[in-house]
C-alpha cells in the first residue's frame, strides 16, 4: 500500500493511520436559525466525545429528482451566515461546490470544498477547487469504479492540489438501490490519500420515492462499523432533528438524538482496528 499521506484542514487532520474524524450536518440549509441550532447540537456531542468533528454544509441541492424539491437558501444567502457560525462556534467547514465559478467564493468561507458524486467527472469544476489552495473532498460516483477515482486524484495533483479526499457513497445496483463494496475503501487506500466513509448517502434509494429519493436508515450503522474496521480516515453522515420532517433525504438521514451513541461505537470500532492493524500488517 502506498505511503498514507496527511491532510490538514482548518483545525482538524485526516489520513487513513489516524483516529476517525467525522463529518456531519443535515442534508441541506432549510434556515439560518435550524441548521445553526443543528450545527450547536453537534458541536456539544463531538465536544462531549473529544472528537474531531467537521461540520457540512450545503446551500443547495442542484441534483435533486424533482424540479418541484426544496433546493436550499442559495450561495449568497448562505456563505456570510456559514463564515459568521464557523467563526462562532470554532468549527471546521466542509461545503458542496457544484459550478466552477462558486469555487473561489465558496473557499472564502469554507476549509474544505466538497465536489458532489454526480458531479465528480467534471474537469472544470475538479481544477477550480483546486486552484483556491483548500482541501478538496470528492465523493466518487455512484457510476464509477475505484480505479477510476484515480483519474480524480490526477486531475487534481495536475493543478498542484495536495489536499486531496475521496469519499465512498455507495454504487448503482441496478434500478433505485445501492450497495457498498467495501474492496473499494481499500482500493482508494492505495492512492495514498484520506478516504472518507459516507454511511448516509450509502442507504438512499435513488429516485425511490418517485419524485424524491428514498432510503433504509437502519443500514447507517452496520455499514459504518464495517467501513470504521477497514482503518479509514473518516466518516461522513447528514443528521436532523426530525428525518420524517426534512426537507431533503429524510429517509436516509441519521436521526440527531442517535448521533452521540453512534459516534461513541464506531470510535470504539476504530480503536479496534488500530490494534488489528498493527498485528495484521504484514499478512499479504
Keep these: ?10 483545525s482538524v487532520v485526516f489520513s487513513n493511520d489516524r483516529p476517525l474524524v467525522y463529518i456531519a450536518g443535515p442534508c441541506v440549509i432549510e434556515t439560518p436559525k435550524s441548521y445553526a ?15 474531531p468533528f467537521v461540520l457540512k454544509a450545503s446551500f443547495d441541492k442542484a441534483n435533486r429528482t424533482s424540479h418541484n424539491s426544496f433546493r436550499g437558501v442559495g450561495m449568497e ?17 466542509l461545503v458542496d461546490v457544484h459550478e466552477p465559478a462558486q469555487a473561489a467564493r465558496v473557499a472564502e468561507a ?5 465536489i458532489p458524486a454526480f458531479m465528480c467527472r467534471q474537469t472544470d469544476l475538479l ?9 478538496v473532498n470528492v465523493k466518487k460516483g455512484q457510476f464509477l469504479s475505484p480505479w477510476e477515482a484515480e483519474n480524480i486524484v490526477k486531475k487534481l495533483e495536475s493543478r498542484g492540489a495536495k489536499g486531496i479526499m475521496l469519499t465512498e457513497r455507495g454504487s448503482s445496483f441496478g434500478y433505485g438501490n445501492l450497495v457498498v463494496d467495501m474492496r473499494s475503501l481499500e482500493i482508494m487506500k492505495d492512492f495514498g490519500y484520506p478516504v472518507i466513509f459516507d454511511c448516509t448517502h450509502s442507504v438512499q434509494r ?5 419524485t424524491a429519493t428514498g432510503g433504509d436508515r437502519r443500514f447507517i450503522l452496520p455499514l459504518a ?28 438521514s441519521l436521526r440527531l438524538d442517535s448521533v452521540k451513541a453512534m459516534v461513541a461505537a464506531l470510535n470504539r470500532v476504530d480503536r479496534l482496528a488500530a490494534e488489528l492493524q498493527d498485528i495484521t500488517g504484514d499478512i499479504k
Design 1 to 10: 500500500m502506498a505511503k498514507q499521506k496527511t491532510v490538514k484542514a482548518g
Design 37 to 51: 441550532a443543528e450545527a450547536v447540537e453537534l458541536k456539544k456531542v463531538f465536544s462531549a466525545l473529544k472528537t
Design 77 to 93: 444567502s448562505a456563505l456570510d451566515f456559514l463564515k459568521d457560525l464557523k467563526n462562532r462556534l470554532g468549527v471546521t467547514l
Design 110 to 114: 469554507a476549509d474544505i470544498l466538497q
Design 127 to 135: 481544477f477550480a477547487c483546486a486552484d483556491t489552495g483548500r482541501t
Design 206 to 210: 435513488p429516485g425511490g420515492l418517485g
Design 225 to 252: 462499523k464495517a467501513a470504521a474496521s477497514l482503518k479509514i480516515a473518516g466518516l461522513f453522515f447528514e443528521a436532523h432533528p426530525r428525518p420524517e420532517k426534512a426537507l431533503s433525504d429524510g429517509p436516509n
